[in-house]
């Protein structure tokens, strides 16, 4: 845990700096900006100045201020600070808030006018929730800046700071007594959690235990009462508890929609708080609460940009981008690295790669062995991803470990005599791994370690009793943010937990991404190589892997990739798109030669598919006994039917015709193997946006499925999640200055994205920047935050709720309600929102309703029982920590529904594996019509409109003469009957056709 405070300003400071002089580079023919009024804010807070004249509030991440018997809005910070939960000063001259500028949360205070921002904590935890001591000389708030959340207390004429609390458990939203003698707050004690106070000797006392979510507690003017927030699974609630009994009562009905803020008193019997989307006056006695209103204003602007252009008919050889874990042999005289499905060998000097598999299965991880003798890999020819040794001087395959998960990251011991491998979870979800060692001459396999989150590729040190990973470390257990550090397991007999070390060279920042990034420990011992900015690194370390001298920069450029020779002399490493060496003696970098290029595949001759009826994308009613005419990849016609056309005749004479299915929102992995195209395909869903990925692997898949070495849908890919000082995922790449992010801009057009997908700790100042950048190449832009996002033209946002680095969402109540602000903000915007229903408890909600949920064919063929045991599991656990997720689904629909009548552009996915792959797209189309869209919506959302947000509605999204020919052919009438859209007989993709029974085959 960290447990250092810096007293200085947050290496994010250089970050935003950076970000404001850069030039501002952009495409497009500027527009009037738009102005938005909104009425309602969704998860807003607000606070009575003392003399009772004047109200703030946060709205969507401004803080504003208007007249206390309401009125129009005006905002006293900017839109980039993402600025809440302000509190007044004393003498009412000054609001104080938390505010997220440089990607740090620290507090802030303005002058009432908007003038006089200064800045009153520095460093790199998070500080949150700030309230004003009576006298004005103090401030408590939260912050992890001690290992977990506690309570903190700063004296704002000195800048000393006094820890309060001291529990392992989090303690958070502090607030003073009306005598300033006491601090309520609230607690996640194991033995107790609920509401606390603790007296000016340091004493603390319980007020109320409670299990349900409780928040933002507010001391009543005579200090006799605590009012607070309560979320239990049918409401969202205000409470209030006796300081002298402790009873407690919920005072709001169930059908209000109360935020998790503090009420602030406007007398002794009257206060103010936010519920419903409203400001709203109420009275201890308890008569109807009167509604303030309000109106503010915001202004996006609105250009137009040149989308990238997409060539799907390339006849040309083009170059392998997806080279994965690049892998130098000891002699350092060889390569091998996986792609286009499978090992390849390339020998430096011969810029030839040769082909060490050929087959349609999916072969990935190589290592050799220290002698050079074997190589070690994953593949899933025999089923699912398993551990294989090849011989190399007889070319014989062994399948060494095969258990009933899927495998990755083989690592061969400094003797040759083991392997450390992980086995993932039975769904794949985003890459745990338990650490297991095999016997390579008996295969018998030990568990060394429990799961870790998406760990990096193991590492032995020299005398195979340490085994070096990179692993998240988190800030606090109250949010699940961290950084990435090196974690040491002792493999000198078997390990426990206890044995586990996080050591870096370079305190709370965070490594590379966690897969093939290192840390990767030297043949001799001496240094261990990772990457650090996206740069390529080395440090001396000891035996036990303790860094013991200064660090040493390799590379100027972005490095993937590290791998050592056995001298210890060089380093081969990816360097964006081309193969490079490093010598460790003097720095010389040298490039590989490689010569290596795929190409796309295209049939050839006409295909005549005589359709019952069509849907074409853009219209609510059928085309009628119609003859789709297929030229190659494209369609060439669509004609009434007309029997002894030339070509190769489907009839689908009594079958319905759609377009092909986008799935708008997925991650995957090497790990799912072969059968993942097929899957996609099987459900009709013939092109997919994956919105996080590490690139080479996304690449891999991309050129496999377009190539036709295997089979699978199109795909439009982004690479790491682009993220802020703290990350989660092991994909996030965490930037730490402006340099490294126009470093990881290049990779962007280097590598050819589709999209750039910002994530939750990136602060508006830098993601702006992102969004120039990115509009300048013709790439979209997605995040998982609207306003001010769309502010600067961010094009669209991922889930209606979601992860969020507040603890709450601007998108979504803890009752799943959204209101004015977030509907008339994506509706007017034209921003494209992906709401991810399926996630959000739809999948588990349309399962419940549907007892022949898990009958369908393509998911009996996929799935296996362990699988949906898993699931099952998932879902209970799902909702031990939510437990109004499925209860309060249908506010999320209503949502969904608000939307779409408001003109906003929805698109359909799910961020499966959370959800079933394939399968949660159609519970995601199934829930959109339960909401109340018509079918006809509902595809469109899954066709026509996700092409457009993607930029290929000029190829895709629509049966159209001149578009390619990716299309369904379903039993039954989908515009009437949503379920019948996965009622697949057969899928065609870039004119290729293929039917079920052969996608359900394993080759």
């Known amino acids: 845990m960290k447990n250092t405070y810096l007293c200085r300003r947050s290496v994010w400071l250089l970050l935003v700096v950076s970000a404001f002089s850069m030039p501002a580079v952009r495409a497009g023919t500027a527009a009037d900006s738009l102005k938005i009024t909104v009425t309602e804010g969704t998860n807003m807070a607000t606070v009575l100045s003392p003399d009772q004249k004047t109200i703030a509030i946060d709205l969507q991440g401004t803080i504003w201020v208007l007249p206390a018997a309401g009125g129009t809005a005006r905002p006293v910070t900017d839109a980039l600070g993402d600025c809440r939960q302000p509190a007044w000063s004393p003498d009412g001259n000054w609001i104080v808030f938390h505010a997220f500028w440089d990607g740090i949360y620290h507090l802030w205070m303005v002058n009432k006018d908007g003038s006089g921002k200064k800045q009153l904590t520095f460093g790199v935890f998070d500080d949150r929730e700030p309230h004003w001591s009576p006298d004005g000389k103090h401030l408590v708030f939260s912050s992890d800046r001690s290992g977990n959340y506690d309570i903190w207390q700063l004296a704002l004429e000195t800048g000393a700071l006094t820890q309060l609390t001291r529990n392992p458990a989090n303690d958070y ?23 606390y106070r603790i007296d000016d000797t340091g004493k603390e006392h319980l007020l109320t235990t409670s299990l349900a979510k409780l928040a933002a507690p507010a001391w009543q003017p005579d200090g006799s009462q605590v009012f607070y927030n309560i979320l239990t699974k049918n409401q969202s609630g205000l409470a209030v508890v006796s300081v002298a009994t402790g009873n407690s009562q919920i005072l709001t009905p169930p059908t209000e929609d109360v935020f998790p803020f503090r009420i602030s008193w406007a007398s002794a019997t009257d206060y103010l708080y936010t519920a419903d989307g409203k400001l709203k006056k109420q009275s201890l006695k ?104 090849r011989d190399l001087k007889t070319g014989e395959d062994r399948r060494l470990v095969d258990l009933p998960d899927d495998l990755n990251f083989p690592t061969w011991s400094p003797d040759g005599s083991r392997l450390a491998f992980y086995e993932g979870d039975p769904r794949n979800v985003w890459g745990r791994g338990t650490l297991n060692l095999v016997d390579v001459r008996t295969g018998q396999v030990e568990k060394y370690h429990e799961s870790v989150f998406v760990p990096s590729q193991p590492s032995w040190s020299p005398t195979g009793k340490t085994i070096t990973l990179s692993a998240l470390d988190v800030y606090s257990s109250r949010y699940r943010e961290g950084i990435t550090e090196i974690l040491l397991v002792t493999i000198d007999g078997k390990a426990d937990g206890n044995s586990d070390r996080h050591v870096s060279p370079v305190s709370d920042r965070s490594l590379g991404t966690r897969g093939k990034n290192g840390p990767a420990w030297s043949p001799n011992g001496q240094f261990m190589a990772y990457i650090l900015d996206g740069l390529l690194w080395v440090s001396p370390v000891d035996a036990l892997g303790n860094f013991i001298g200064p660090a040493k920069r390799l590379t100027n450029e972005l490095a993937d990739s590290p791998s050592w020779t056995g001298d210890s002399q060089r380093i081969i490493y990816l360097a964006t798109d081309t193969l490079k060496q490093v010598f460790l003696a003097d720095g010389r970098i040298e490039t590989i030669p490689m010569n290596f290029t795929w190409q796309i595949k295209k049939p050839l001759g006409q295909t005549v598919i005589h359709a019952g009826q069509v849907f074409d994308g853009r219209t609510a009613a059928y085309r009628k006994n119609v003859d789709i005419l297929i030229e190659g990849s494209r369609i060439k016609a669509i004609v009434p039917h007309q029997a002894g056309r030339a070509g190769k005749l489907i009839d689908a004479s009594d079958k319905t015709v759609i377009p092909g299915l986008f799935e708008m929102h997925t991650h995957q992995s090497a790990m799912n193997g072969e ?280 190829d895709l999204g629509s049966l159209e003469p001149g578009k390619l020919a990716d299309l369904v052919i379903v039993t039954g009438d989908p515009l009437t009957t949503i379920r019948d859209a996965w009622n697949v007989v057969s899928v065609v993709k870039n004119g290729e056709v293929h039917t079920l029974d052969d996608l359900l085959k394993k080759p």
Do not use: C
Not at 741 to 755: G, K, M, Y
């Open 173 to 195: 939203n502090p607030a003073f007594s009306p005598d300033g003698r006491q601090v309520a707050f609230v607690s996640e004690r194991t033995d107790s959690p609920g509401l």
């Open 286 to 389: 308890q008569a109807p609460a009167r509604e303030i209103a309000f109106q503010a204003t915001v202004s996006l602007a609105r250009t137009t940009y040149q989308r990238k252009r997409y060539d799907f008919d390339q006849p040309a050889p083009q170059p392998v981008r997806g080279i994965k874990g690049p892998t130098v042999s000891p002699d350092g005289k060889q390569i091998v690295f996986a792609a286009l499905g499978d090992l390849w060998l390339l020998t430096n000097g011969v810029p030839q790669p040769k082909a060490l598999t050929s087959d349609v299965y999916l072969e990935a991880d190589p290592a050799w062995s220290p002698d050079g003798t074997k190589l070690a890999f994953t593949s899933d020819r025999q089923g699912n991803m398993d551990l294989w040794v």
């Open 675 to 954: 059968p993942q195209g097929r899957l996609w395909l099987s459900y009709g869903i013939t092109s997919l946006r994956e919105t996080g990925a590490d690139p080479y692997d996304a690449l891999e898949r991309k050129e496999a499925w377009a190539s036709g070495r295997r089979i699978g849908p199109r795909q439009f890919f982004t690479g790491g999640l682009t993220d802020g000082s703290r990350i989660y995922y092991g994909l996030a790449t965490s930037i730490a200055s402006g340099a490294q992010l126009e470093l990881e801009l290049n990779r962007a057009v280097r590598l050819n994205f589709d999209l750039i997908k910002t994530y939750v700790r990136m602060p508006d100042p830098m993601q702006k920047r992102i969004t120039a950048f990115a509009h300048a190449h013709g790439m979209p832009v997605s995040s998982h935050e609207i306003y001010p996002a769309m502010s600067y033209e961010v094009d669209a946002v991922e889930h209606i709720g979601g992860t969020s680095r507040r603890g709450y969402s601007p998108k979504i109540t803890g009752m799943n309600r959204s209101y004015q602000d977030v509907i008339q903000l994506l509706a007017k915007s034209g921003m494209n929102i992906t709401p991810t229903a399926s996630l959000q408890g739809g999948f588990y909600v349309m399962a419940g309703k549907d007892p022949a949920f898990f009958e369908n064919r393509q998911y009996k063929a996929f799935y296996s029982e362990r699988f949906t045991t898993s699931l099952q599991a998932g879902a209970s656990q799902i909702t031990r920590i939510n437990p109004g997720y499925l209860t309060n689904f249908r506010n999320l629909q209503n949502t969904i529904k608000a939307l779409v009548a408001a003109g906003a552009h929805v698109t359909t996915g799910t961020d499966s594996p959370f959800v079933p792959y394939a399968m949660s797209l159609h519970t995601e189309l199934q829930t959109f019509v339960d909401a109340g869209l018509t079918p006809f919506e509902a595809l469109r959302s899954a066709t026509l409109w996700a092409a457009e947000a993607v930029g290929v509605s000029k």
